[in-house]
Nanobody, 125 residues
Framework: QVQLVESGGGLVQAGGSLRLSCAASGRSFSVYPMGWFRQAPGKEREFVAA????????YYADSVKGRFTVSRDNAKNTVYLQMNSLKPEDTAVYYC??????????????????WGQGTQVTVSS
């Protein structure tokens, strides 16, 4: 498993942008598919975006498609989530997650074995 630490959360006005980062420990980061999930108060944790271990494929929830971009820098053991055109409904704790080595990139929580502690994103109207 890998250890994950998110950063980059904060308070932003609607229409603004934030970039979340997730730093992973370990030497084999490049073999893990990576994902982002979020959990708003009183709601279930939901899938946001994911990127394959190769970096060639990306996946997005319909609610963020066209606004969010997931990317990875394997040299820095880091995955990013660029969030543009933020809306108040994007307010949540955002979690980074690592899947299983070389496995197909999933979009459910069960597909991911390691989780970060989360970073708060608050979008004001």
């Amino acid at each position: 498993q890998v250890q994950l630490v998110e950063s980059g959360g904060g308070l932003v006005q609607a229409g603004g942008s934030l970039r979340l980062s997730c730093a992973a420990s370990g030497r084999s980061f490049s073999v893990y598919p990576m994902g982002w999930f979020r959990q708003a108060p009183g709601k279930e944790r939901e899938f946001v975006a994911a990127i394959s271990w190769s970096g060639l494929s990306t996946y997005y929830a319909d609610s963020v498609k066209g606004r969010f971009t997931v990317s990875r820098d394997n040299a820095k053991n880091t995955v990013y989530l660029q969030m543009n055109s933020l809306k108040p409904e994007d307010t949540a704790v955002y979690y980074c997650a690592a899947g299983r080595p070389y496995r197909t990139t999933g979009q459910s929580q069960a597909d991911f074995a390691s989780w970060g502690q989360g970073t708060q994103v608050t979008v004001s109207s």
